[in-house]
């Protein structure tokens, strides 16, 4: 399931999420589980996930409310606060954004970690709880409360949080997804505004997004590549622009992304297709 997310294939995620959903019903964890609290709650949360992104939010959010509930029961807090970000994001797909933001400021407090240590897992999901209060708050081309100031704040803190420990281990894909993910949103806020900052982001995350060879990382390069040629009209560095866009068309082509009968609403072909239109 996981490898079919990590390559972009929803269709088989999800498929495989059906069939964990059924096996965590038949085991049906509870307080005699406790030792094995840490993966029992880990895996309905990737069990969420792909229901979430199909769009299937009733049984996306069956699951939340199910791991939520466990990790109560199982006395793990951590767990309680990331299961709000999640849920959080179904209320957001759903149009409630106000109910969206309270979940995501809570999942962002109790996820936030100590001064005195920093904790990996902790660590990257109150940066993804970040990233998704900033998306709930103002994300560029996207229903939210349009408070775009306050969303490049949250997507700031993500991406220097994530910063940090990408540079202390070459092969970390969990931190390097966080910085792509919170500085291709910050850049897109900043693109028209502040392109020059725009641009150092965007060129931050395409060099760290390189060091992993796999289609996520690839479809991040390629948004960075189509989001980053705008940052360099808006600095009159046309050629420089052109010959990005020329690079993510390659890119789109070599993942067969792009030409395409159908093209999905902000998908990376989308994407570049708008920026190429600018």
Known sequence: MLLARFNSNQQQALAFARRSATYLEKFAAGVHDRAEAPAILLTHLNVADPYMLAGELEDAQRLCDR?????????????????????????RREGELDEALKQMEESVRILKPSPTGAEHGRTMNFIMA???EGQVLGEEDAISLGESEAAADRFQLAFETADKFVHQDLQDQASR???ASAGIKLADILRRSNPSRALATYDHVLRHSS??????FARYQITALAGS????????????????????????????LYPADKIKLGSEADLTLSAFAD
Request: net charge positive.
């Open 211 to 216: 060091e992993i060879d796999n289609p996520s």
């Open 229 to 256: 040629s705008t940052a360099l009209l808006r600095l009159h560095r046309v050629r420089e622009a052109r010959r990005r866009l020329d690079t993510a068309f390659e890119r789109l082509r070599q993942m067969n």
């Open 177 to 179: 997804g966080r910085l």
């Open 67 to 91: 791991g939520r509930d466990l990790a109560r029961t199982l006395d793990n807090r951590l767990y309680a606060g990331t299961f709000l970000w999640v849920s959080g994001e179904i209320s």
């Open 130 to 132: 970040l990233i998704h």
